[in-house]
């Protein structure tokens, strides 16, 4: 969960560059939909509550599929 604290603190920061911002989005939300079991419920719940839009779907998707199990 560390880590993810620290890439969203980098996401929110206005003063990171824009395009390390939109790295770190990128990446977390192509880890979200090919590998959603690298990640607990309790992250994704907290991923799908982001600012970014990008994220917070992928993680909602990943909540749906838990729920449907």
Do not use: C
Not at 29 to 45: C, D, I, M
Not at 46 to 65: F, Y
Request: glycine content about 4%.
């Amino acid at each position: 969960m560390s880590t993810l604290e620290a890439l969203h603190a980098i996401v929110t920061d206005e003063g990171a560059p824009q395009i390390i911002r939109d790295h770190v989005v990128d990446s977390l939300q192509f880890a979200l939909r090919n590998y959603p079991g690298y990640f607990t419920t309790k992250e994704v719940q907290w991923l799908a509550q982001w600012n970014d839009t990008r994220i917070p779907i992928a993680a909602a998707k990943i909540l749906g599929e838990i729920k449907l199990a």
